[in-house]
């Protein structure tokens, strides 16, 4: 578990609050930049948290349960366009 969480430092939680009552949330990781030497920019858009340069993994999504989540480090809203075309690279035919 160690290794992982210095691999994937952090995750996004993109479930809508309108689901806050089923006591898991929808995560996407964010890995370390370094981890994904090779990418493409639509689907793993970069970001900055807490100074640490991350990559959106959307292939690894999954629901958590909401109990492991830590509090929030920081916020990654404005860049929700760039999140959700991740998101739509996974699941649409482009």
């Given at each position: 578990?160690?290794?992982?969480?210095?691999?994937?430092?952090?995750?996004?939680?993109?479930?809508?609050?309108?689901?806050?009552?089923?006591?898991?949330?929808?995560?996407?990781?964010?890995?370390?930049e370094g981890?994904?030497?090779?990418?493409?920019?639509?689907?793993?858009?970069?970001?900055?948290?807490?100074?640490?340069?991350?990559?959106?993994?959307?292939?690894?999504?999954?629901?958590?349960?909401?109990?492991?989540?830590?509090?929030?480090?920081?916020?990654?809203?404005?860049?929700?366009?760039?999140?959700?075309?991740?998101?739509?690279?996974?699941?649409?035919?482009?």
């Amino acid at each position: 578990m160690a290794r992982a969480a210095k691999r994937i430092p952090y995750v996004v939680d993109i479930q809508s609050d309108l689901l806050r009552h089923y006591g898991r949330r929808l995560v996407m990781p964010l890995a370390n930049e370094g981890e994904l030497p090779e990418r493409d920019p639509i689907l793993n858009p970069s970001f900055t948290v807490e100074d640490r340069p991350v990559v959106l993994l959307p292939l690894d999504a999954a629901t958590v349960p909401t109990d492991v989540l830590g509090e929030p480090v920081g916020s990654l809203l404005d860049d929700g366009d760039r999140i959700i075309g991740a998101l739509d690279r996974v699941v649409m035919r482009s």
